[in-house]
């Protein structure tokens, strides 16, 4: 059993799972798999396994987030069957039995989450108003959809395209709902949000929410987000849309320290020399990566949305002893 490869399997076969979720069923998969035999085994085996999953991520954050959840749940479930059980590898076998039988349960679980965030984040989409999207987040394209079928609303939606298919497949399903949609590329950003005074909302998904209220998202999301806050004398506000299974038990105190919580990202110190030629392949490496991301601190972001309600970042702080 090669946890990776069921990981990458499980995002490949479904496009709506999200990488918390994919990496929570790949651990699960990971218990039909040991031979192990003990309660102890299996942790020290699900310990070794997580530690492979997370080293094979350019970034481990949203995998951690995952993964996180699965241990402490199934942490909890072995002690609670170990005490009712008077015999504990019987308690430890049907703890086992259990997980695999709802292995599907996480992923309809994050499914839901992500229609009741559409639920709450609709409401911040208003009538007569532009919405500027980003990062072809499935979260934000849910929020949107569920306010365009509420026939009391007019709205147009600007979307900044970084060339990636998501974005692309985003930006198809809101046509195809009707969806008066305006592309744009990044480079345009500053100056749509500050000539169109009717934008009022800047949405964005993430791949992790920091327990300090801080995102690790798509590259150019700090910039969007700095952008938003430059303009703010025209009412804009910067909201994220995330499931709370991507809160992380990780911080970062300031913007250069993002790399201290694991994320590696492609070295761009051998184009600090702008004053030097740039051959072809040093070219085609300073075209931005599908996979690079960035942080955005807290206090450029205006709530984040999620199923649970829309949270402040401070807030972000108590959730976690609820969720991790």
Same mark, same amino acid.
């Given at each position: ?6 990981? %990458? ?16 069923? /790949? ?42 959840? =699965? ?29 695999? %039988?709802?292995?599907?349960? =996480? ?14 984040? @609709? ?13 072809? @987040? ?15 609303? %007019? ?5 900044? #395209?970084?060339? @990636? ?31 169109? /005074? ?18 690790? /998202?798509? #590259? ?5 987000? /700095?952008?938003?806050?430059? +303009? ?5 506000? =910067? ?5 709370? %299974? ?14 201290? +919580? ?24 300073? +075209? ?37």
């Amino acid at each position: 059993y090669s946890i990776v490869r069921a990981y %990458h399997e499980l995002l490949a076969s479904d496009p709506e799972i999200t990488m918390p979720v994919a990496a929570i069923e /790949s651990l699960i998969e990971l218990l039909r798999a040991t031979p192990a035999s003990t309660a102890m085994e299996t942790v020290e085996v699900v310990k070794k396994e997580k530690a492979r999953l997370l080293d094979s991520a350019p970034n481990p954050l949203p995998l951690l987030a995952g993964a996180d959840l =699965f241990e402490q749940y199934l942490l909890r479930s072995l002690r609670g069957q170990t005490a009712a059980a008077a015999d504990p590898v019987l308690g430890f076998d049907e703890t086992r039995q259990h997980l695999l %039988h709802n292995k599907l349960l =996480f992923a309809q679980r994050a499914k839901a989450a992500r229609d009741n965030i559409a639920t709450w984040g @609709s409401r911040y989409v208003l009538d007569g108003r532009v919405v500027m999207a980003a990062g072809g @987040s499935r979260a934000v394209t849910k929020i949107l959809l569920r306010a365009a079928a509420d026939t009391t609303k %007019h709205f147009k939606v600007i979307y900044v #395209m970084d060339g @990636s298919p998501r974005c692309e497949s985003s930006v198809a399903a809101l046509r195809a709902a009707g969806l008066d949609v305006e592309i744009v590329g990044p480079h345009k950003v500053a100056y749509m949000l500050k000539d169109n /005074s009717q934008i009022n909302l800047v949405l964005v998904g993430t791949e992790v929410v920091l327990q300090n209220g801080g995102i690790i /998202s798509r #590259m150019g999301t700090y910039q969007l987000a /700095s952008l938003t806050k430059l +303009v703010k004398g025209s009412l804009k506000r =910067f909201y994220v849309a995330a499931e709370t %299974h991507k809160i992380v038990r990780k911080t970062a105190l300031a913007h250069p320290q993002v790399l201290r +919580v694991g994320v590696k990202q492609k070295d761009i110190s051998k184009f600090a020399n702008l004053g030097r030629d740039i051959d072809g392949e040093a070219a085609r490496d300073m +075209v931005p990566d599908q996979e690079e991301v960035d942080y955005t601190d807290p206090e450029f972001i205006d709530g984040i949305i999620t199923e649970q309600g829309v949270k402040m970042t401070t807030q972000i702080w108590e959730m976690v002893d609820d969720y991790i």
